[in-house]
């Protein structure tokens, strides 16, 4: 019984290290990117990971269900608060919060995080399965839309970025 | 022509979007994949005891709305003045439960169910909307259906026959003998 616990707890962390960046990237597209929301999100995002995952059947990626586990969480809300050692359930390095800040504050990157602030949630979260290279199929299956749907919702979302970097640019010429 | 120099700003313009965000992806794969090597313990205990009270939520959840229905039977019967609706609101009553079982089984359940989108879009509903949701279900739709009259919860009775205590026995041992044979 034991061993077994190990084992599946083995097999969670080695899948949460690999999808650690699509985590990351959906905490800082659904957040002020400051470290302490970051980090309440991952954390919630990372318990509700561990709670599907003993009942997770592998009937579809391993990716797309993590990114319907964390888009779901992040869309939901979380609730804020302030870890300790006791309530953290994955552990942060400090070097890997460095770095996220380093990457942040990239001009370009930090624009982009800008562009999808703007976006509602829905929007945001079709957005980010497309430029992962999500196609629309596996787009409609994540977000339970049909894909006509999710093909008119690229469209308007793509239309509403331009517009919304268009003004961007306008205001900084200023 | 116009339309056509258009599109291809739109191309060019998400091009370029596209390609901040595939070389942001690939320094995202980098950080985490450093930060992967030094393992540190996960806390198991503390995500376990989460999961166990948010089951606790939910039974406990389950148990408020079967009290709430419980509750609106004995409003319905208290109020009901003839077998025909007294049988129609035990039967409301039953099915208000199931569809708020239903709604449940569709967004806190683990298995695979036929409608799948329908809970992948329930599933989007945090904790506190669901149970908005199911309360609203279980509370105001029986006030709905049966009407309010101002002076408490009367079940409409223009074209009903009052009955009386007596007659209101006489015909729950109707209902029992019937469900009996």
């Given at each position: 019984?034991?061993?077994?616990?190990?084992?599946?707890?083995?097999?969670?962390?080695?899948?949460?290290?690999?999808?650690?960046?699509?985590?990351?990237?959906?905490?800082?597209?659904?957040?002020?990117?400051?470290?302490?929301?970051?980090?309440?999100?991952?954390?919630?995002?990372?318990?509700?990971?561990?709670?599907?995952?003993?009942?997770?059947?592998?009937?579809?990626?391993?990716?797309?269900?993590?990114?319907?586990?964390?888009?779901n969480?992040?869309?939901?809300?979380?609730?804020?608060?302030?870890?300790?050692?006791?309530?953290?359930?994955?552990?942060?390095?400090?070097?890997?919060?460095?770095?996220?800040?380093?990457?942040?504050?990239?001009?370009?990157?930090?624009?982009?995080?800008?562009?999808?602030?703007?976006?509602?949630?829905?929007?945001?979260?079709?957005?980010?399965?497309?430029?992962?290279?999500?196609?629309?199929?596996?787009?409609?299956?994540?977000?339970g839309?049909?894909?006509?749907?999710?093909?008119?919702?690229?469209?308007?979302?793509?239309?509403?970025?331009?517009?919304?970097?268009?003004?961007?640019?306008?205001?900084?010429?200023? | 022509?116009?339309?056509?120099?258009?599109?291809?700003?739109?191309?060019?313009?998400?091009?370029?979007?596209?390609?901040?965000?595939?070389?942001?992806?690939?320094?995202?794969?980098?950080?985490?994949?450093?930060?992967?090597?030094?393992?540190?313990?996960?806390?198991?205990?503390?995500?376990?005891?989460?999961?166990?009270?948010?089951?606790?939520?939910?039974?406990?959840?389950?148990?408020?709305?079967?009290?709430?229905?419980?509750?609106?039977?004995?409003?319905?019967?208290?109020?009901?003045?003839?077998?025909?609706?007294?049988?129609?609101?035990?039967?409301?009553?039953?099915?208000?439960?199931?569809?708020?079982?239903l709604c449940?089984a569709f967004i806190f359940g683990q298995g695979r169910t036929p409608i799948r989108r329908l809970r992948a879009e329930l599933s989007q509903l945090?904790?506190?909307?669901?149970?908005?949701?199911?309360?609203?279900?279980?509370?105001?739709?029986?006030?709905?259906?049966?009407?309010?009259?101002?002076?408490?919860?009367?079940?409409?009775?223009?074209?009903?026959?009052?009955?009386?205590?007596?007659?209101?026995?006489?015909?729950?041992?109707?209902?029992?003998?019937?469900?009996?044979?």
């Amino acid at each position: 019984m034991n061993a077994d616990r190990h084992i599946i707890e083995k097999e969670f962390e080695e899948m949460l290290y690999d999808a650690h960046s699509i985590i990351f990237k959906v905490c800082l597209a659904f957040t002020d990117q400051r470290p302490e929301n970051v980090e309440d999100l991952y954390q919630e995002i990372a318990c509700n990971l561990w709670k599907g995952w003993q009942t997770f059947r592998h009937e579809c990626a391993v990716k797309s269900w993590v990114y319907r586990v964390a888009l779901n969480t992040a869309v939901n809300g979380y609730h804020s608060r302030h870890y300790s050692d006791d309530t953290r359930f994955v552990p942060i390095t400090p070097d890997l919060y460095n770095n996220l800040t380093v990457e942040v504050d990239n001009e370009q990157v930090s624009m982009l995080y800008e562009l999808i602030a703007r976006l509602s949630a829905k929007e945001r979260k079709i957005i980010l399965l497309y430029l992962d290279g999500y196609s629309e199929k596996e787009i409609a299956e994540i977000t339970g839309k049909s894909v006509p749907a999710v093909k008119q919702a690229i469209y308007r979302i793509k239309n509403k970025m331009k517009k919304l970097y268009e003004k961007r640019s306008g205001k900084n010429e200023r | 022509m116009k339309k056509e120099v258009e599109k291809m700003k739109d191309d060019v313009f998400f091009d370029e979007i596209q390609s901040i965000w595939d070389s942001h992806s690939r320094r995202m794969e980098d950080i985490t994949r450093l930060s992967g090597g030094d393992h540190h313990p996960f806390n198991y205990s503390y995500a376990n005891r989460k999961r166990r009270r948010e089951t606790w939520c939910y039974v406990l959840l389950t148990f408020c709305l079967v009290i709430a229905a419980v509750r609106w039977a004995c409003i319905m019967w208290r109020y009901a003045t003839d077998t025909t609706m007294l049988v129609l609101s035990l039967l409301v009553e039953a099915s208000f439960v199931l569809m708020a079982a239903l709604c449940l089984a569709f967004i806190f359940g683990q298995g695979r169910t036929p409608i799948r989108r329908l809970r992948a879009e329930l599933s989007q509903l945090s904790v506190s909307q669901a149970t908005y949701l199911i309360m609203a279900v279980v509370l105001i739709l029986p006030v709905m259906s049966y009407g309010h009259t101002g002076d408490g919860l009367t079940i409409k009775q223009s074209h009903t026959t009052v009955l009386n205590h007596t007659q209101r026995v006489e015909a729950v041992h109707t209902i029992t003998n019937m469900l009996k044979q």
